[in-house]
């Protein structure tokens, strides 16, 4: 049974003890505070388990601890966090980025003023030291047909009705999970509306996997032509269109702020 206004926030856990307590200051210090924290422990070297336990055990917002077994990566974490949830809506953050303080509050707003079950957000781009290095500003709307081309949506921007979200699931991707999951979602709804505010610090990390660039590749191209059904040839188009229009955002967006 979920909570009426209640937001489940989902964050999978995998080595990232020198930011994870900023992050959960950040949730800890939001403005609204009707939610629980969901901690999936995805590392089978159970050496920073006790951190993470320690860390979340000093705030008093509800939360709950799952730990995976195995190493079953960001999306089916997710998953997991999702199918204990509580809440009406659901919200994504890595455990490496930063949300501004009123994000949960102005989030929820614009979807019941909207009536929209997905929203998303502007973001601003952070180093190791959480130094802005640039920012990234969404679209109004983005559609199908814009969303296959580029990926601007920001996971830990994004607030999901649950009743959406939990007949649509994270695939097992390594590196695209997320961006799969947002091109089957708005086959649905036509189109993401966004907020035009900078609600959250995405953490630019050079030694993250979605940093690797073969990975991404190999996950874009099963994407592309396992998950969406596209042809071989166009599937390799695909991948070398998302990866240019990648290059460009970094080269223009991301350090020029």
């Avoid at 998953?79 to 949300?99: H, P, Q, R, T």
């Avoid at 199908?144 to 949506?153: G, H, M, V």
Wanted: net charge positive; glycine share 2%; with cysteine.
């Amino acid at each position: 049974m979920f909570k009426k206004n209640f937001i489940s926030i989902i964050i999978p856990y995998h080595k990232k003890k020198n930011f994870f307590k900023e992050t959960i200051e950040s949730i800890n210090n939001q403005s609204y505070k009707n939610f629980e924290v969901i901690v999936i422990y995805d590392d089978t070297d159970k050496s920073e388990l006790d951190y993470v336990k320690k860390i979340i055990r000093n705030f008093k917002f509800k939360k709950k601890l799952i730990i995976n077994n195995k190493i079953i990566g960001a999306g089916l974490s997710r998953n997991k966090g999702i199918k204990v949830s509580k809440g009406e809506y659901i919200a994504f953050c890595d455990a490496d980025d930063l949300w501004n303080k009123d994000k949960l509050k102005i989030q929820l707003s614009f979807m019941k003023k909207n009536n929209i079950l997905f929203s998303h957000s502007n973001y601003l781009i952070i180093d190791y030291t959480s130094k802005t290095i640039g920012n990234l500003k969404v679209p109004k709307n983005i559609s199908y047909n814009q969303l296959i081309k580029s990926c601007d949506i920001g996971l830990s921007t994004v607030m999901i009705s649950r009743f959406l979200i939990r007949k649509n699931l994270f695939s097992d991707l390594k590196t695209k999970e997320d961006y799969l999951l947002w091109i089957k979602l708005i086959r649905h709804l036509k189109n993401f509306k966004s907020i035009n505010k900078d609600l959250v610090y995405w953490r630019l990390l050079k030694n993250s996997l979605s940093s690797s660039n073969i990975q991404k590749l190999e996950d874009a191209f099963e994407l592309y032509k396992n998950h969406l059904n596209f042809s071989f040839l166009f599937s390799i188009f695909c991948v070398l269109r998302l990866s240019l229009n990648a290059l460009v955002k970094k080269t223009n967006i991301y350090f020029k702020i």
